[in-house]
């Protein structure tokens, strides 16, 4: 016979559902530029990669231009030309390995 | 993206709203189920039909009001027209009852005077009255909770120059989803990495280019993060901040369950506009 009261349970065991807001996500953002042109951001790549060899692939995979912005507050962030949102996340998620759940697109 | 999928309030075909008010009037209690399903299937129709909202031009302003004091105000009208319509026939029936009452009184006194049929109201005219008078005074209470009140109206959006777009309804907007507008267009700003103003009409004016199409997704994306209780889905919910942890609540009105909600980010904002001269 089992007593449910001298069951032990661990109120503070992971409940695997803490996860539901990591603090370093990936944003990707759009904005416009005069016209139809638009701008995407990449910010907040974990510190690991190599932001420049990531431009790099980018560019070339995009065919677009790009640069590395230094901003204070939130690190370095990947500027991009266009509309870049989906093949960003595309690239972060296979090339990279990026967990999509860390990855914000944001934008209309 | 998933959030993609889940159905928000939106409901741009006017059709809907038009079956509902008769249908409320004349089935007064037992429509709080089919009212859910009915939010539900608004929308999945509605991403067939993309809101037909034209930029510009003056129509595409008058008709969504329309539109919406239609869904506002069909429901009282309706019922005015019906009410006036059994005042008229209870008039009828009063001065018919007054000739026959008189005589059918007189001869049936013996029968039951009863309290009613003095005033000329039967149970079923009463009964009437009352929903009519309790759903233009308290729509809540008739059972129409799910009703025109959660029902989002699509993003009005008109070409504000070249360069700029008029957002005229987020006032209306921010009023259905109980948020205050201040909230929904810091949330609006950063999202479309932009910013902007709000006019004398209380419309807001955003800089850039968007459709009503692009907007509506964000506010999709709105409703999903501020505003939808994630427990019953419900979207009677209201915003709180915590003054001794400064984090925002979302508290459910339905279900009463709390979710803590992240506060709204603008992140890297790059800098667009004309480079200044060194
Ligand atoms: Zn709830």
Redesign the pocket.
Known sequence: MSLQNLNTFDPFADTGDDDTQPTNYIHIRIQQRNGRKTLTTVQGVPDEYDLKRILKVLKKDFACNGNIVKDDELGEVIQLQGDQRVKVMEFLTTQLALPKKNIKIHGF | MAEENVDLGFDPTLKKKKKKPTKAVEESGNETTPEVDDVLSGLKKKKKKPAKVDVGGDESSGTPVDELTDALGELKLKKKKKKAVTADDFDKQLEKAGVLDETNVERESSVEPSTQTQYGLSYEELLDRFFTILKENNPELAGERSGTKFRIPPPICQREGSKRTAFANVQEIAEKLQRSPEHLIQYLFAELGTSGSVDGQKRLIIKGRFQPKQLENVLRRYIIEYVT??????I??QLKKESSNRLFFLV??????TRSVSSIKTGFQAHVGRRKKV
Request: overall charge positive; hydrophobic content about 0%.
């Open positions: 209780c994630k427990t019953c889905k419900s009677n919910t459910c009105n339905s279900c009463g369950s």
